[in-house]
């Protein structure tokens, strides 16, 4: 095989191995109330959506090559990204430097950690959607999270492969101790 034949498998390969790939993100949880339950964003306000548990499950590309996350059914006008601000998952608009990564076991990591997702209810979220539905919000130390809140990891699926048994029931109990 000559290097011209070599160069090209490579690029083949390599193109085949990061294409972007449609996926969900389901929360995973020793707590039977949310575990399997679909993460989407609900609009907060023109730009940003904030992300809750079981008001849907929204598809996601994944850019492989710089592991970001985002939606272009979010808006007409710009590509939404899935980011962390401060302790507020959300999909904004305007890209950023990607914050997540994904391990060898498709779960979700920030800062080197799977274990830093909590679902949180009454958060003083702008429209109050946390009222009704769990918030998904990101606490790097678990002392710091609200204390009524469950931790959770996030599972990335294929969209492709998703179970029909993700949960996308809204989520009304405030109780954490299943």
């Not at 990061?18 to 995973?28: G, M, R, S, Y």
């Amino acid at each position: 095989m000559n290097l011209r034949t070599l160069v090209t498998f490579a690029a083949i390969i390599t193109g085949v191995l990061t294409a972007p790939k449609d996926v969900h993100l389901i929360a995973k949880s020793d707590n039977k109330t949310i575990d399997g339950v679909g993460l989407c964003s609900i609009r907060e306000s023109l730009t940003v959506s904030y992300m809750f548990l079981g008001t849907g499950i929204e598809r996601f590309t994944w850019e492989t090559t710089n592991n970001t996350f985002f939606d272009t059914t979010v808006s007409d006008m710009y590509v939404a990204y899935l980011q962390r601000w401060g302790n507020l998952i959300v999909v904004a608009a305007g890209y950023t430097d990607s914050q997540f990564t994904v391990s060898p076991c498709n779960y979700l990591v920030v800062n080197g950690s799977e274990r830093v997702f909590y679902a949180a209810k009454s958060t003083n979220d702008p429209a109050n959607y946390s009222s009704s539905y769990y918030q998904v919000l990101y606490y790097a130390e678990e002392e710091d999270a609200p204390d009524d809140s469950i931790p959770f990891s996030v599972y990335v699926e294929s969209a492709d492969t998703t179970s029909s048994s993700i949960q996308t029931a809204t989520l009304y109990s405030t109780d954490s101790s299943s």
